[in-house]
């Protein structure tokens, strides 16, 4: 698929106040064209006030989870995760898991992920996805690392999974949480954090904006998941990790808070739960 970079500009981004700084808390940057500007994208996020992103290894194939450490390793303000895509859940073997398990040691390792349930484009057979969603769970507890969940129509099976299997003392997150606040209460019980993309900048998602004044401060945070889902006024193009500004102010909005409260604490989040260098 080819992707058009947008035309970012910083000085239309809803700025920080001096310290402040966001993370983008899940972008996939071994996809989207990246390698061709990457060094832009970065500097951009950083001049955006983007201090700390996450690329998720889980963009395809096996081979995804290498670029994403890859892009890590090369960039000290990047951390990587590690795993297999619910659309790839049918490749999963044991010697595949093994796979995975042994590139979870990487020390610019901060999470297993993304893993869970997309009962939308059914890309694997739902029975395949739900049996490797439990393996990644199993893996991320043995690891000791949190877990990035994706879920698309299939909150109750997935509740059903966490509840069954247990998070580990890492704890995990729902990425790009899209459901309704009912959702939102049943996985904040679970003991999962809510990461909330650029769909909460869309009209139709009230009912998301909803379930986003209930969070409590302490398990929210922000994400882009670049190069998906931009943020109005980006919707359509690229999105980058200097557009979770975006996502942010509208955020902060919603919940009636400033966006230099709102960047504190999801960063201060992200970093607790990603046990990132919070240097
Ligand atoms: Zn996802
Ligand atoms: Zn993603």
């Given amino acids: 698929m080819p992707w058009r970079p947008a035309q970012v500009s910083i000085d239309d981004l809803p700025s920080l106040g001096g310290g402040v700084f966001l993370t983008d808390s899940h972008c996939h940057l071994d996809i989207g064209s990246f390698e061709e500007d990457c060094a832009d994208v970065i500097e951009r996020a950083h001049r ?14 096996f ?5 994403a450490i890859d892009i890590a390793e090369r960039n000290p303000s990047i951390s990587a995760t590690v795993g297999i895509h619910p659309h790839e859940a049918a490749t999963v073997t044991d010697e595949l898991l093994q796979r995975i398990e042994k590139l979870a040691d990487n ?11 997309d009962y939308y484009y059914d890309n694997s057979p739902r029975p395949e996805q739900r049996e490797a969603f439990r393996r990644f769970l199993d893996l991320a507890k043995r690891m000791d690392l949190p ?6 129509n299939a909150d109750a099976d997935a509740a059903e999974i966490v509840a069954d299997e247990g998070l580990g003392s890492a704890g995990g997150v ?5 459901s309704d606040a009912d959702a939102a209460r049943t996985f904040l019980d679970l003991g999962l954090h809510l990461s909330f993309s650029g769909i909460v900048t869309f ?13 409590p401060s302490d398990r929210l945070l922000v994400e882009t998941d670049s190069p998906f889902l931009a943020p109005i006024p980006y919707r359509g193009k690229r999105n980058e ?3 979770v500004a975006h996502t942010a102010a509208v955020l902060a909005e919603v919940r009636g808070e400033s966006i230099d409260a709102l960047a504190a604490q999801t960063t201060e989040n992200t970093i607790r739960l990603f046990r990132l260098n919070a240097g």
């Fill in 48 to 61: 955006a006030g983007v201090a700390r992103m996450i690329t998720i290894g889980a963009s395809g194939p």
């Fill in 63 to 67: 081979e995804a989870n290498l670029e």
């Fill in 107 to 117: 020390p610019r390792v901060v999470g297993i992920g993304e893993t869970g349930l």
């Fill in 147 to 152: 877990v990035s969940i994706h879920l698309r």
């Fill in 174 to 178: 729902i990425h790009c949480f899209s």
């Fill in 203 to 215: 009209k139709t998602a009230e009912p998301l904006r909803e379930a986003a004044r209930i969070v």
């Fill in 241 to 243: 990790p200097a557009l």
